[in-house]
């Protein structure tokens, strides 16, 4: 069975769309298998996300975050494993993909807005396309996330108008718009100026404190310490260390988390041999 419902997996009620209340959709991951040609990039990770939880992703370059939020909503598609999301099973061979995608929103690095089109016009062809909604409705939703990014001024501006941060904000509303169950970031603020960080980074915490689902990869400490339910320390393809965020980033019992995140905090600290 493609869509084989599971209560625990899901929370929230039925809300007009763009309203702003949350129907939050759980993640499990289970012995998931990622490889390219003969690098294997993800080595059986198993991994829970309840619904209206904040698991934040973390780890060095390269070790296989990023692959397992693509692999989420079949951007990559896994070896071996298996993916629900809400009340799909997203690595059934014959799940209804596009319909269980609508319920994901992702945000990139990059802000991959259109150029041509205004920012209210980003936040609306999806809905007319994908969701069939009438283009008063898709206006009056988009309208309301627009705003709720603190960005309803800038509605008729095009994207190369904006700062990095405001077209971050932008893509966001845009997933947004779709009503997701779920939100992925992939390192969203890491292509910014350090000056509009904070502006994106206080977005996610209003989506956290709404009720999204979000499964974040991040290199923002204070961010996972603060908001994630969670944190998740990979390497090498596999989960190293993972508990409540505060115990993972203050104390954390791995010696590999510990010289990350020293590494990380305190980056300009220099090992002297004796």
Sequence with gaps: MSETYNSSMTAGTTSPPGSGHVQA???????LRKSYGSNEVLKGISLNVEPGQVV???????????????????????????????????TDPDVDLDRMRRSVGMVFQHFNL????????NCTIAQLKVLKRSAEEARQVAHRNLERVGLGHLAERYPDQLSGGQQQRVAIA??????????LFDEPTSALDPETVGDVLAVMRSLAKDGMTMLVVT??????????DRVVFMDGGV??????AENVISAPTQPRTKEFLRRVLDPTHIEVAE
């Excluded at 693509?70 to 997203?90: D, M, Q, S, W, Y």
């Excluded at 290199?219 to 994630?228: D, I, P, Q, T, W």
């Excluded at 989960?239 to 409540?244: A, D, L, N, R, T």
């Design 25 to 31: 959709a759980g993640v499990s991951i289970k012995d």
């Design 56 to 90: 934040c992703l973390i780890g060095p370059s390269g070790s296989g975050k990023s692959t397992l939020l693509r692999c989420v909503n079949l951007l990559e598609k896994p070896n071996e494993g298996t993916i629900h999301v809400g009340a799909f099973e997203a």
């Design 114 to 121: 259109f150029p041509h089109l205004t920012v209210l016009d």
């Design 174 to 183: 845009r997933s947004l718009s779709m009503d997701p169950q779920l939100m």
């Design 219 to 228: 290199h923002e400490m204070g961010f996972a310490r603060e908001v994630a």
């Design 239 to 244: 989960v190293v260390e993972e508990g409540p």
